[in-house]
């Protein structure tokens, strides 16, 4: 662990069993996949992360949201906390495999995607390697991630800025100032 997870206590409000890790896990979806709408595979996605070796302990409602980038589609959106022995690179291949199992292709930044699984938060801490980095690098600038997660984690602290997921929801609804 580092400082910052250590300082700010980065984890929710889950009892913690000592080989059980627990996860804040975005999803997101915006592309049909065999008739199944972005919304329906959202709500699959759920089903798939409640598949041993995962435990879904709390699941948010799932929202609508316009794109990022080049894709023209509307995503659905939603967050889950998972619970698992799991550590956090053998999470990610855990979830880079159920979006496979979801035809993902990873072909282009921010185009439409079947299914896109983002392991935004972990109750250890901070991770920063070649393949992940934990906290998700974009967390703190996107709503359609933090109204998800606020809903279902609201005093879960950001292990970096030591916030609270309410408060960094709060934060980014502000109005900005503009420059003239």
Known sequence: MNK???RCAGRAHWPRETDQQIYAVGIGSNRLLAGLRPRDIVQQA??????RPLRLAERSPIIASRPLGPSARSYANAAAIIVTPLRPH????QLQAIERAFHRRRYRRWGARTLDLDLLLWSGGAVRSKRLT????ALVDRGFVLEPLRAIAPQWRHPVTCLTMRQLAFRLAQPRPTHR
């Open 4 to 6: 910052a997870s250590t």
């Open 46 to 51: 759920f089903r798939a992360l409640d598949t």
């Open 90 to 93: 053998a999470m990610l291949d």
């Open 134 to 137: 934990v906290p998700h690098p």
